[in-house]
């Protein structure tokens, strides 16, 4: 059997059952700081010299001049090229509509207060390479960035040969990146994080990438150098399936995550054992015609489906896990879905695969993963955005209010900050 069934668990079980592969993190830290430090001193010197050892491949510049960029397109065929700018309008059009208007609000009269965004001047983008070069998520993040307004638009990807996947490389002067770096892993994230001779240190860094590329981000932004978007790692799912589900969906939508990498995971939840019978059955089928069935067989591994008594006892367990991408795949997917507290995205009914959100909805597939999805949000407009909150108060407004900040002040034992209002009060009786 491919995947583990588990029948009716009960409260012990349950959590046993949704817990995530573990990950010895105390050699994961040790490594990124090591690079980090090198990273540090020698800059491009150590990025060159960790690509070498990391990657096996040799570089003499990291930089993708702006030619090579342009000049991408010419590898690709029209049909993905084509596939590529109508998933980038759809894109547009769904980031473009999360633009917010000030609203000024007079809390009393004459105190007026609203806050205006303003772009964080420099983003980083870090896109994983090597065997799935993700081309779609320079789209997912270097597009909300430009409607924002980031000044510049900084792109790290592993090195494919000498150079970097054409796909990439077309995606990027699309969406209009400015500067692209053949370095990826833990060496990228450090030199976006502090800088190099070559690549700038940037304000924030987006983009998933494998557990090491994890805890160098988030190591990063414990520096305090830069901001993350937020700590994503291994891809997940989780279906809550019913018997109106076609079993083929349901198993096409568990191996494309377990196509991911051997450190994702997928579970299915349901209350019909003879469907997760079917969909193992499926699953059996499908996996033998995947490319990718070697790296879907080891992240089957961590798989379970699990049979509970409802479909209500599936949605509490579902929030407990708080997956990354959640399928309804079930009756009354709209009522169900009012009731999910914890997920990066959901994706409801049996026509809307997670494979649409990957690629060319419109939503953005940089999602929190690991259970974060309890206390993140998914990349959008607001992530490449600061807000800045902004008052006007008139000599009404002081008066109204000023009295009460004076008694508070003084109540907390801060007399300038009182004597900062008490000044104004005197000078409007006064006049």
Same mark, same amino acid.
């Given at each position: 059997?491919?995947?583990?069934?588990?029948?009716?668990?009960?409260?012990?079980?349950?959590?046993?059952?949704?817990?995530?592969?573990?990950?010895?993190?105390?050699?994961?830290?040790?490594?990124? !700081?090591?690079?980090?430090?090198?990273?540090?001193?020698?800059?491009?010197?150590?990025?060159?010299?960790?690509?070498?050892?990391?990657?096996?491949?040799?570089?003499?510049?990291?930089?993708?001049?702006?030619?090579?960029?342009?000049?991408?397109?010419?590898?690709?065929?029209?049909?993905?090229?084509?596939?590529?700018?109508?998933?980038?309008?759809?894109?547009?059009?769904?980031?473009?509509?999360?633009?917010?208007?000030?609203?000024?609000?007079?809390?009393?009269?004459?105190?007026?207060?609203?806050?205006?965004?303003?772009?964080?001047?420099?983003?980083?983008?870090?896109?994983?390479?090597?065997?799935?070069?993700?081309?779609?998520?320079?789209?997912?993040?270097?597009?909300?960035?430009?409607?924002?307004?980031?000044?510049?638009?900084?792109?790290?990807?592993?090195?494919?040969? !000498?150079?970097?996947?054409?796909?990439?490389?077309?995606?990027?002067?699309?969406?209009?990146?400015?500067?692209?770096?053949?370095?990826?892993?833990?060496?990228?994230?450090?030199?976006?994080?502090?800088?190099?001779?070559?690549?700038?240190?940037?304000?924030?860094?987006?983009?998933?990438?494998? !557990?090491?590329?994890?805890?160098?981000?988030?190591?990063?932004?414990?520096?305090?150098?830069?901001?993350?978007?937020?700590?994503?790692?291994?891809?997940?799912?989780?279906?809550?399936?019913?018997?109106?589900?076609?079993?083929?969906?349901?198993?096409?939508?568990?191996?494309?995550?377990?196509?991911?990498?051997?450190?994702?995971?997928?579970?299915?939840?349901?209350?019909?054992?003879?469907?997760?019978?079917?969909?193992?059955?499926?699953?059996?089928?499908?996996?033998?015609?995947?490319?990718?069935?070697?790296?879907?067989?080891?992240?089957?591994?961590?798989?379970?489906?699990?049979?509970?008594?409802?479909?209500?006892?599936?949605?509490?367990?579902?929030?407990?896990?708080?997956?990354?991408?959640?399928?309804?795949?079930?009756?009354?997917?709209?009522?169900?879905?009012?009731?999910?507290?914890?997920?990066?995205?959901?994706?409801?009914?049996?026509?809307?695969?997670?494979?649409?959100?990957?690629?060319?909805?419109?939503?953005?597939?940089?999602?929190?993963?690991?259970?974060?999805?309890?206390?993140?949000?998914?990349?959008?407009?607001?992530?490449?955005?600061?807000?800045?909150?902004?008052?006007?108060?008139?000599?009404?407004?002081?008066?109204?209010?000023?009295?009460?900040?004076?008694?508070?002040?003084?109540?907390?034992?801060?007399?300038?900050?009182?004597?900062?209002?008490?000044?104004?009060?005197?000078?409007?009786?006064?006049?």
């Amino acid at each position: 059997m491919i995947m583990e069934k588990i029948l009716y668990p009960d409260s012990r079980r349950k959590r046993e059952a949704i817990r995530r592969p573990d990950k010895p993190e105390t050699e994961l830290e040790d490594t990124v !700081r090591k690079v980090f430090a090198a990273v540090r001193q020698d800059g491009d010197k150590a990025l060159i010299k960790y690509t070498l050892e990391f990657d096996k491949v040799s570089l003499d510049s990291v930089e993708i001049d702006r030619k090579a960029m342009l000049e991408s397109e010419n590898c690709l065929s029209k049909e993905l090229k084509d596939a590529i700018a109508h998933a980038a309008a759809n894109i547009r059009k769904f980031h473009e509509n999360q633009r917010e208007k000030p609203v000024i609000v007079e809390t009393v009269k004459g105190v007026a207060c609203w806050r205006e965004s303003r772009p964080i001047e420099r983003v980083g983008i870090y896109v994983p390479g090597g065997s799935a070069p993700l081309f779609s998520t320079v789209l997912m993040l270097a597009i909300p960035a430009k409607i924002a307004g980031c000044r510049e638009i900084v792109l790290c990807t592993p090195p494919e040969g !000498r150079g970097i996947n054409p796909a990439i490389l077309f995606a990027a002067a699309c969406t209009g990146v400015d500067r692209v770096f053949s370095v990826g892993g833990i060496q990228a994230i450090g030199a976006m994080a502090y800088g190099t001779e070559t690549v700038p240190a940037v304000n924030k860094i987006f983009g998933p990438g494998n !557990r090491y590329v994890t805890m160098a981000k988030q190591i990063a932004q414990t520096s305090g150098n830069v901001a993350i978007d937020m700590p994503a790692g291994p891809s997940e799912a989780l279906v809550i399936a019913d018997e109106t589900c076609n079993p083929a969906f349901v198993a096409a939508d568990l191996l494309s995550q377990a196509e991911h990498g051997a450190d994702s995971q997928v579970i299915m939840l349901s209350d019909n054992e003879q469907l997760a019978d079917r969909v193992i059955a499926e699953i059996n089928v499908q996996l033998e015609k995947l490319p990718r069935k070697d790296i879907a067989i080891l992240s089957l591994e961590n798989a379970r489906i699990i049979v509970l008594n409802s479909i209500d006892e599936c949605i509490d367990l579902s929030n407990e896990y708080a997956p990354e991408h959640l399928i309804l795949a079930c009756k009354n997917a709209g009522q169900t879905a009012g009731r999910i507290l914890n997920a990066g995205s959901v994706f409801m009914g049996n026509y809307s695969c997670e494979s649409l959100g990957d690629y060319a909805s419109g939503t953005n597939h940089t999602l929190p993963t690991n259970g974060y999805a309890k206390s993140y949000s998914g990349v959008s407009l607001d992530s490449f955005i600061k807000k800045i909150t902004f008052q006007e108060v008139s000599a009404e407004g002081i008066a109204n209010i000023g009295p009460d900040v004076e008694i508070m002040a003084a109540a907390e034992k801060l007399d300038a900050h009182k004597n900062a209002v008490s000044l104004r009060l005197r000078e409007l009786r006064n006049s």
